[in-house]
Each structure stands twice: as structure tokens, then as C-alpha cells.
Nanobody, 127 residues
Framework: QVQLVESGGGLVQAGGSLRLSCAASGASARTFSSYAMGWFRQAPGKEREFVLRISSSGGTYYADFVKGRFTISRDNAKNTVYLQMNSLKPEDTAVYYC??????????????????WGQGTQVTVSS
């Protein structure tokens, strides 16, 4: 059973940056490297929405609203995936979740395509 733990959330002013981390346990480095890893977010009163994901081969897919501002990367040796967020806006305020999937569908942008989830980390962007 894969367990995911996010960290790095917090309060930041608009225009600032944050880097979130998601550490996986319960899986070998080889197993972790075979998963596609995604980041989703959920604001109060809204549905969980896709942010971006990275495949096992390093391919990335982004939601339009984060292109040019957010990047995703992974360190398979550390069983960790990162979300670098720059030029943050108040509308980026949400709980951010990482998720893992072994599926090979495209683009893997739907929550239902992911098998494992972290507990989430709060990101608050003040204006």
C-alpha cells in the first residue's frame, strides 16, 4: 500500500513562490518510478481539480491555468515528487493533494484515474 505525504504548504503573498513536496512510502524506488504522479487542488466549495502530472518517463501535462507558473518534477531515488509554484495568485488558494497512478491512460487528469492520495497541504495566497 502506497502512502503519500505532502509538505511545504503555507501562507504566501501574491506573486510569491512555494515548493510542495510529496514523499511516497510503502513502495520501492522501482515501483515508485513506474507511477505517474499528479497534483490536484480543492478550494472551499469547489470540486477537486487537476493541476499537473508527471509520467513515469518524465512527460508532463499541465492544466492551462498553471502553464508558465507551476512545474512538476520527481526524484525517483527519494520517492518524492515536487510542485514548484511561482507567481502565485489569490485564486491559487486551496488544499493541494498529490496522487499516484499505475494506469497508462491519457492524459490522467481526472481524480478517478488515481489510486493513491495524500492527505493534502494548505496553500493560502494573500492579496
Amino acid at each position: 500500500q502506497v502512502q503519500l505525504v505532502e509538505s511545504g504548504g503555507g501562507l504566501v503573498q501574491a506573486g510569491g513562490s512555494l515548493r510542495l513536496s510529496c514523499a511516497a512510502s510503502g513502495a520501492s524506488a522501482r515501483t515508485f518510478s513506474s507511477y505517474a504522479m499528479g497534483w490536484f487542488r480543492q478550494a472551499p466549495g469547489k470540486e477537486r481539480e487537476f493541476v499537473l502530472r508527471i509520467s513515469s518517463s518524465g512527460g508532463t501535462y499541465y492544466a492551462d491555468f498553471v502553464k508558465g507558473r507551476f512545474t512538476i518534477s520527481r526524484d525517483n531515488a527519494k520517492n518524492t515528487v515536487y510542485l514548484q509554484m511561482n507567481s502565485l495568485k489569490p485564486e491559487d488558494t486551496a488544499v493541494y493533494y498529490c496522487a499516484a497512478t499505475s494506469r497508462r491512460t491519457y492524459p490522467r487528469a481526472a481524480p478517478a484515474e488515481y489510486d493513491y492520495w495524500g492527505q493534502g497541504t494548505q496553500v493560502t495566497v494573500s492579496s
